[in-house]
């Protein structure tokens, strides 16, 4: 996931135009204009960064210059300087809130799908960690983007992606294998199918029905495993993909990872994350017109 | 703030096409069309809800039917039903996920405001608690609200609005006294200047220079405390409002309180609100044609 | 795919924008204000009509009524009247070039690709017929959605859906085998992989290496039949699906179907399409006020 | 009919945009960033190229570079390299599809242009050849340019442009007279008037009320020729152009070309075309970083 | 010239937008939720109304309710109520000035237009009065309607309308006559073409040449007797329309209309209008929920 | 007030395309591609100029370059060049009229506003001249930025930034201290609150309950004298501004000014403004390739 940088620039700009209003008034009226200055983008924590791409993209689109010392995915302490900004003063300081809220939110959400996967990574087990699609609205890409740098799987990206059939489809539906074998008849060879099941039972029958992936919603960890066990005794375990998700925080993870699904996926990586504490400081005053 | 309904369906619609693509292709498979459904939004934890306006426009917008159980701002226990939905069980699906996100972020940022104000006012003390300009981008609207609807104060919402001299204008407008003077000069009658400082000694300076707003930032209490007596004893205090941000955390709100500054404005509010837990089930299928 | 009424609006009134400019002169100059006129969408060819959805939620958008004969996907004659328009005679005329043009393209897109699915059930062949991404710039919804009503395979809907690899791809990755591991570790679990080739030993390679479809590009049906061959005697065929594209015409599409391939696509469908002649007639001058 | 490059640049980037999604994971995974590629586009068949301004802009708006062999009308064979591209290798690829849709549509529609025009001037008439509004929803623009560049005649381009009245009026406005009296009284001096007929008779009335082109309407090639003999009896000829349009092939337009309109417009230009066989091709790898 | 109900709400939508920033705060502080109101559009002085049926669309399309007393054109006295609303009071407030910016401006335009045309026919002129392109940007449409509602012409509405040749295309071009023939070869024949000339030898050279208007440009009232004089005495009179141009007053109008040239066009009428006085009153509390 | 370039560009793009429509055909068919020309904006008549940064950025927006001979500000005589542009002819051609128009307007709400401060100053009073909302409809900025640089204030922006508190919400509020109490606890610290009075006795009343400013609403002179000695008697004038409004023409502008309010408001300003006569000329073909 990443889109070039002409096509991101809109995106960006309309982020600055929301804050800007008619004007910044406190810029306009205490830095005179014709003054370029240096500024820095520095973390005050420690943690995965992520946005600095389109940090880049932003700043470049309203004409600064940057100097870029940490890459995206980067695992760094407090107090790195993460680039360097220069161009016009008045320009930074319009741009400076909107930008860190951009990186700040991106390299939250990074840094916390990281902690994550060390720790099932450590525990030795291979499970990946997915996102869900809670999201913020009209952050998709950068939520997403940000999962994927601190080396999430980014799960579906829009609802014509991959198939996913939830409980409030089946209560509709009505019957699962009906449900299955719709979904197979009119979705087009290029998309996967997936089934959210809370039974051992559903999973069996969905995975006989043939889907691509099976999601245990909302299962303890024993009941993850015996559905797995039982899927195994019915060699349907290597046709499929399994994924849990509902109530994993990162206190009980390791629990789920033991059960040995394929994917674990949280709502809470993109839903709840706590922004990094990053900030923007201008250093110099280069040249005053 | 509120925006009339008409002016807020563009902006919910398009986060709805974010997530939608070309289509739910999941729905489109499994739910027949020309089922009507009903649905319910329920909140599975306790708090105060915000964006059942917004639900409501969403959902409206979308041609389903809505009756409200619950108004924003309102206390609610885990397992209260907030709203009802009646309509076309293809369009409920689709917009769902949205839905969701919408109000449990809007719910989250108001229930923590709220707590915060409560402990303030538990305590006996009087100061507002404020929100600054870290929402997430594109969202400023939604976390805005969410934190008035908690009861907290929105502070600017655009940088045409208040002039606010931070330090990053102080470095190159260089004296304090100036920056306050040229801001006098250039803004329109009808704004209020804040100036941010650092030590007791700026406080001063810029109330006796003409200031509406002292923001002492990431001063501890007992040094808020005596900037206050200082600007007391030089009958500088009733001239101006005092507010006070910078490592205000909810642990340690009280001890700011207790300096009794007017305001106390928190990023994380906005920065990293943690989503409320709220849910969306088809509780019945009213019709199939 | 399909958009909820809502969500298609804008772009519908998007295209009238276009070609309306500053008001329909003609018509504000010949047909008095207050006449209640209804119409007619007459097909004059016969076809598989698509695209009546679309055009209900446009005439509706501009507050016409209407009465539908003929849903998506139906097969009918030359002289059948699709649906009847009812509202205000100036909308129906100002909206009445753009309506069709719509239509029509639809309309001709489903029936050349019925035309082509008909052929291949009625020498008793399984194989899919599917569309690519040559769509008309700005049209893939109606594009796609029209192929989808004529029986077809819709294929990927955006490049963040299906991972296709193809000859310029290869080109720079190098190895065929690099390619696909490195699409398969940067992946989401929820996505498929395709990879073009032009060898039967490529198509065995990637068959190995693992990839879900393999796309036979501008093979003779001679050379595809010995690829499946050579796929089925190393066990390889049930693994994967097998894509035919490249050169393939309505003339020569069943020497393609007999090599038994899953999928055939073909660019034509969408990239050079013959409209359908659908008229609209005024039948009726209801009401003048 | 061109737009400046910063005016056409927005809507060629929609068109990528409704393409990539979020991004074109493809490429991402196969192509490593940094890697510089040149490329060429290929015309596979003889025809008329268009698009080659567009191409540019869109290629230029994406930051790459591009050498031009071929200019917009030029008539080519097949294997002629149209222009050559260098730049970032994966955003070559992301928007290659995008861009062989807008030049192979657009060459398809002026090569076929081309093909009547040179049809009509071989056999030694003088007859215009136009299009219609039977253009593709929302490539009015690509559509009429490439009418053009074929050597056609672009008609009007919005409904405010030109007053044509047409059978739907008439419908309405009950007398072709009257019709005519109220378009002549309303519209700005401006404008031309075009009357739509279908009777020798009508066409006489409509000339002697006053307007500056009569279209006659699936006339068969001897009943334009009475016509235009009636209108030069009366002395009406001169005062007017004629238009015929209706049926009217490819095959059978030197008998419409014998009857002497002044122009043959023909819908099917823009609403059947058959795009031109044209392709990108990865040349060289340039450089790796 | 006016655009369907459906096609206008957007623009009009995105002023009030512009005037409303994240909501009117005085409005949601004063005035409570649930208050249904009666409000008069009244107008302060007389003069000819313009804008009614845009205002209809604006409260319309924020659903409050309309009664009219005076239809566009009409000539109306201070005093007069032009139309009563009815709904919801927050909105009716909230769109109170961006009604009343848009009905006053193109009053004022309407006004200023009828009264010259008024004092031409008073004077047994049959001249026309038209606008030119010197209208408000973003405003065009309303500044060329109310033109139209005032009875004058509203000349080109797009540079792709009307070919215009004007003095900096001749510097450029070189030779009138070359420049009209290169119009006359590369324009659609659906198009006029009009040519800017300040000599009388030019004048008679463009008519020769073939054109459809001649604007004699910043001429005397004297001048342009004699050019008409010497392109009667050539028969070119006939054959062409003349517009003059440049320098014309409200004063100065009868002397150039005593010239008898077709139209008299004044750009002052858009580009410096007065704004009639129109005002709304909250007139009655209909509910209080 | 001032908007960084990259943020204005696409509004002042989007007047471009209001007017250029498909294209600007006179240009295309009389002025080759390929010419160089150097044109200078020149003032026909004196005023104060404003406009020139949006110029610029236009300009610079359609590839441009631009040299200043005058500042956003400066009093200038008729027949000043404002500044000189080079680059592609046609293009220049191509913005000439919407460039005019945003210069000529902004060039003349500026020269209105110095004139009437001019006149405040030379009479020996500090009284400030402020515009109203009376803005047209989607030049908010443009408008607003012109007073600003003849030396106006510009009010507020938006309706979310003071709170002004008129009749028309008086009349549903009912009692003037309760609207007032209202709005003080509703609103931000951050907001200022404005009330609008007629009568001495309101503005005491509202001076007293609390509020920023008070407008003395279509008073007469000595009403706004007897007023402020009331509230001066009262102790009450130190702690508020007045702004009067209504009725105000520079003919009797002095008469308020003497009544010595702080800022005296008038709608005309904006409202009916006059355009600077001001001209393009293409001076120069510098290059023809």
């Known amino acids: 996931m990443a889109l070039p940088k002409r096509l991101l ?23 005179p204009s014709g003054v370029t200055a240096k500024a820095q983008i520095l973390a005050k924590e420690s943690g995965v960064i992520a946005g600095v791409e389109e940090a880049q993209i932003l700043l470049e689109s ?29 320009t930074i300081l319009m741009v400076e809130r909107t930008l860190l809220n951009i990186v700040s939110r991106m390299s939250g959400i990074a840094s916390e799908t990281n902690k994550l996967i060390k720790k099932i990574e450590s525990a030795g087990y291979t499970t990946k960690v997915a996102s869900t699609r809670k999201t913020a609205p009209g952050l998709l890409y950068f939520d997403k983007k940000a999962v994927m740098i601190g080396g999430g799987d980014t799960h579906r990206l829009h609802l014509d992606d991959l198939i996913l059939i939830k409980d409030n489809h089946l209560k509709i539906a009505g019957s699962i294998v009906n449900a299955i074998k719709n979904a197979r008849q009119t ?3 290029t998309k996967k199918i997936e089934v959210e099941v809370t039974t051992s039972a559903d999973a069996v029958k969905a995975s006989k029905t043939g889907v691509d992936i099976v999601m245990l919603d909302n299962m303890t960890p024993n009941q993850i495993k015996e559905t797995i066990k039982k899927l195994e005794v019915q060699k349907l375990r290597s046709k499929i993909l399994i994924e849990v998700s509902g109530g994993i925080t990162e206190e009980n993870i390791l629990d789920y990872a033991a059960a040995k699904p394929d994917i674990i996926s949280l ?6 994350p706590r922004s990094l504490d990053i900030s923007l400081d201008v250093v110099e005053v280069v040249l005053r017109k």
Do not use: N
């Open 9 to 31: 620039e809109e995106k960006l700009k309309s982020f600055i135009e929301e804050d800007i209003g008619q004007g910044d008034l406190t810029t306009l009226s205490t830095v």
């Open 62 to 90: 309203v004409d600064l210059k940057t100097k870029l010392f940490i890459k995206d995915g980067a695992k760094i302490k407090a107090g790195t300087v993460i680039m360097e900004i220069l161009g016009d003063a008045r």
């Open 187 to 189: 979705a087009s060879f």
């Open 267 to 272: 709502g809470a990586i993109t839903a709840s």
